[in-house]
């Protein structure tokens, strides 16, 4: 599908208002971020976080300018961040069990260890709250918990089996406008609100990454994407962009400026 009539598609959606992207110091009008990229996310600031295939953390500016670096391979693998509180970013190391908190220089400056609580030993996603609490999902328990630093347990969900959840793998989730978002590969999306109450399953099918903005989550799939609305929940495939690049995408997000899509040896963006 040309990408005009991509782009024309997409507006329908309205998501967000188009502008152009400041071009100011790049050299290439495609490949911006030069980084052999495992997977990323852009904040509220218009900086992108991007984690790499050596488990090191890169914070660039939105000119696509590397401001900060963070290595430490002594926890493992890097599962997941999120960054939707941009001063203080939740990086979660799931072989550990382990949540660290970086501010927005990527300087550490809180580190939780879930097993000290005694109670979460098999945790396999992890996110803030909106309150700067963190949601964790465990396997053992079958819950989605709210705690805070201190493991104090401030909401929790229903067993997912008495949710008729049986098989449902979490392997991220996400929070926006006092709705919780949880993404399974296999299995499409649960949303609960912010007390832990479940509003809704929505069956997505070969799930690979999503993005979750409040009113509609941009899925991408194995050779297209879609907006999964919430209210109706209402799906609206959309193809991958041509003529960009010709290698398998590894995550798309979207923001009020432009659209970035990742690929192993970098991030391309353009505007909307």
């Known amino acids: 599908m040309p990408l005009l009539l991509f782009f024309i598609l997409f507006s329908c959606v309205n998501i967000f208002a188009q502008v152009e992207p400041n071009t100011n110091n790049i ?26 295939q050596k488990n090191q953390i890169h914070l660039y500016d939105e000119n ?18 999120d960054v939707s509180n941009p001063l203080k970013a939740l990086v979660f190391y799931g072989d550990f069990g382990i949540i660290r908190f970086l501010d927005n220089t990527l300087t550490e400056v809180e580190q939780i260890k879930l097993q000290d609580s005694g109670k979460f ?3 396999a996603a992890a ?4 309150d700067n609490n963190i949601w964790i999902y465990d ?16 909401r929790e969900t229903n067993v997912f089996n ?7 793998k979490p392997f991220k989730m996400a929070e926006k406008a006092n709705l919780l978002v949880v993404g399974s ?15 809704k399953q929505i069956s997505v099918a070969d799930l690979r990454d999503f993005q979750f903005e409040g009113t509609k989550i941009l899925c991408l799939l194995s050779n297209t994407m879609m907006i999964q609305a919430l209210d109706p929940p209402n799906p609206f495939k959309l193809p991958l962009p041509q003529g960009l690049n010709a290698a398998v995408v590894l ?11 990742a690929y192993a040896d970098g991030i391309d963006w353009f505007a909307k």
């Not at 052999?36 to 991007?50: K, M, Q, S, Y």
């Not at 696509?64 to 961040?81: E, P």
């Not at 008495?162 to 449902?168: E, I, K, N, S, V």
């Open 27 to 52: 050299e290439d009008p495609k490949r911006w971020i030069r980084e052999n990229v495992r997977f990323f996310e852009t904040d509220a600031l218009g900086r992108i976080w991007v984690v790499d």
């Open 64 to 81: 696509g300018i590397k401001k900060y670096s963070f290595a430490d391979n002594r926890l493992g693998q890097i599962t997941s961040i």
């Open 121 to 123: 030993f098999n945790v």
């Open 127 to 130: 996110a803030l709250s909106n």
């Open 139 to 154: 396997i053992q328990w079958q819950r989605i918990y709210k705690i805070n630093s201190s493991f104090e347990i401030l």
């Open 162 to 168: 008495d949710l008729g959840l049986a098989g449902f």
């Open 185 to 199: 590969k296999e299995n499409g999306f649960v949303i609960f609100d912010n007390f832990g109450q479940m509003k």
């Open 251 to 261: 995550q798309v997000r979207l923001t009020s400026k432009r659209w970035y899509l």
